[in-house]
């Protein structure tokens, strides 16, 4: 009897993402039949998201999640997923490194961080002087969803085969402990259960505040979502510039629900965007965030 080969890690780590989905109540489906990412008034997004809800073995009944509620738990389980595969990849991209859901969604975290450190001087300017807040607005005010943060080093780590920096150079580079000790932004995640209302919009708007706002190298920006309207996942995919690329979290079981729907319309801007590279698969973020 040939024995079934154990799967790799990370594709049991995309299951056990599923599953945490599954438990934590956020991808449910009602008595109706209607899955917690369907929208309700669209006869395509309900069979598109049943189809790949049950392809995903729900098993749960129950009605959708508050809003924000479900956003928190995605945004949950987005950075368990995050943090259990990139801490993986060591091989590719070496460094200590931290992944964190902002909690309270703290429009002053990034201030904390390399290259945003700058925006704490803002704000304390425009609370000394509120005349500015008139001429800025808020457009400074970056609150990300999941961030990954890597940890300046020591020179004895740079200096580890010889000798390259000293005192005399390399002064105000960020990755030197000896220059600065806050974190370094390697990447910003935003999380979107769905693209409804003005929800992609607000993943374009957060992604330009963090090209617009930095002093340095620009983090990678993704968007995770779990859409199943093609349409609605081309409002964001579609175009270069403000996002790396949109991620969906069961993109292959997409893939064979709009096929099994047999809708050419949506087959093929389907793979427009998956040929072009403009969505990926959930576990294609983690190998893409060590490039």
């Known amino acids: 009897m040939t024995e079934t080969p154990s799967p790799s890690f990370f594709a049991q780590a995309r299951r056990d993402f599923h599953a945490a989905l599954l438990t934590s109540g956020v991808l449910t489906i009602n008595e109706k039949g209607v899955a917690s990412n369907a929208d309700g008034s669209s006869r395509s997004s309900i069979a598109f998201a049943k189809h790949v809800a049950d392809a995903l073995y729900v098993e749960t009944r129950g009605e959708r999640l508050a809003g924000q ?11 368990t997923f995050i943090e259990r595969t990139f801490r993986e990849l060591h091989m590719l991209r070496p460094g200590d490194w931290t992944v964190q859901k902002v909690s309270g969604r703290r429009g002053d975290y990034l201030s904390l961080i390399e290259p945003y450190a700058h925006l704490r001087e803002l704000d304390l300017a425009i609370k000394e002087n509120p005349e500015l807040q ?41 990755i030197r402990r000896a220059n600065q000790r806050r974190g370094i932004l390697h990447a910003v995640v935003s999380c979107k259960w769905t693209l409804r209302s003005d929800r992609a919009q607000n993943a374009r708007s957060e992604a330009l505040n963090l090209i617009r706002n930095r002093k340095g190298r620009l983090p990678h920006i993704a968007v995770v979502t779990a859409e199943p309207s093609p349409s609605r996942l081309a409002s964001l995919a ?7 690329c949109l991620y969906h979290f069961a993109l292959t079981e997409l893939v064979a629900a709009v096929h099994a729907f047999d809708n050419d319309e949506a087959m093929n801007l389907l793979d427009t965007m998956v040929s072009g590279n403009r969505l990926k698969d959930i576990s294609d973020l983690p190998l893409d965030l060590s490039v």
Not at 145 to 170: G, M
């Open 69 to 79: 509620t479900l956003g928190g738990q995605f945004e949950s389980v987005c950075a």
């Open 134 to 174: 008139a001429v800025l607005g808020n457009a400074y005010v970056i609150a990300p969803d999941v961030v990954v943060i890597r940890e300046p080093v020591p020179d004895e780590l740079i200096n580890t085969d010889r000798l390259l920096v000293d005192e005399t150079v390399a002064r105000r580079t960020t």
């Open 238 to 244: 579609l175009g270069t510039g403000d996002i790396d």
